[in-house]
């Protein structure tokens, strides 16, 4: 297993971070800078790449068990760390909050930003992807990993900066081979953990942004939750580092979900 920690305190976060970015080349991204440099004035992050990407050992492709071996993972970087309850940070769909829910000894609080249960549709689900618009989705990610369209396309406005896209592009080559990223993106795509929304029982704070793709998605999430708190900011873009940082002049200014959770986070340590 892979980690790095930045900061000392007195917060532990546990950073689950989206798969297809090593852990390596974070800090080559100004926005992803400025979000981690923003969260070490408060806490000890800690930032790991799950086993089979970047620079982690490789795992077996075992059926119905690549979540609960992430989480697994991310008790072997606490128990290494002498860490015994952190608040767990979710920038990707599932892993943060299945260790809430199965874990909540080790969990002082869960943020989720932008996440989702569910990604396709059914009866009694209707924000998730038509049949369609999954079937041309799955096609896109085989056709196109390793040229950083699956990162930019919930980067909103970032997807505008070629530096941006290029990083993307980099992340995705070298945090997974193609049939690597393949795999575990149709078993994300495949998810359906609305059972476990309900066993969640630790304090959790859901920021979406409200015209974004994934909004209804995060809704859902949000009121299955016994007593989370909800923040909704305007705007479309799903990137959560850097708001207005895909303007040509990179400009540094703290985002929204930033903000939030290290306000969050604080209060909830009194």
């Not at 989206?18 to 981690?36: H, R």
């Not at 609080?109 to 009866?123: E, F, M």
């Not at 970032?158 to 995705?172: I, T």
């Amino acid at each position: 297993m892979a980690y790095q920690t930045i900061g000392i305190g007195p917060a532990d976060l546990l950073i689950d971070k989206p798969q297809y970015f090593p852990i390596d080349l974070l800090w080559e991204e100004p926005s992803f800078l400025d979000f981690g440099h923003g969260l070490a004035t408060f806490s000890r992050a800690v930032w790991f790449d799950v086993r089979g990407t970047g620079s982690s050992d490789a795992i077996n492709h075992t059926e119905g068990r690549l979540i609960e071996s992430n989480v697994d993972d991310m008790l072997a970087v606490l128990d290494d760390l002498r860490c015994d309850r952190v608040f767990v940070v979710g920038l990707a769909p599932s892993n943060a909050l299945m260790f809430a829910a199965t874990h909540p000894e080790r969990t002082k609080g869960l943020v989720l930003i932008n996440p989702t249960v569910r990604i396709r549709r059914a009866d009694d689900y209707p924000a998730g992807l038509s049949d369609d618009s999954y079937a041309d989705l799955v096609s896109l990610v085989e056709r196109t990993w390793g040229t950083g369209w699956l990162t930019s396309r919930f980067a909103g406005t970032m997807a505008q900066d070629e530096a941006f896209l290029r990083w993307c592009a980099r992340c995705e080559r070298l945090s997974m081979t193609h049939d690597e990223g393949y795999w575990r993106t149709r078993v994300v795509l495949d998810l359906d953990l609305r059972h476990v929304l309900s066993t969640i029982g630790v304090p959790t704070l859901v920021i979406t942004r409200a015209a974004s793709d994934r909004a209804p998605q995060s809704r859902y999430v949000a009121s299955h939750i016994a007593g989370a708190q909800t923040l909704e900011f305007s705007g479309d873009d799903s990137w959560f580092a850097d708001e207005g940082a895909g303007s040509s002049t990179r400009s540094r200014h703290s985002s929204p979900e930033g903000c939030s959770l290290t306000m969050w986070i604080g209060s909830s340590r009194r």
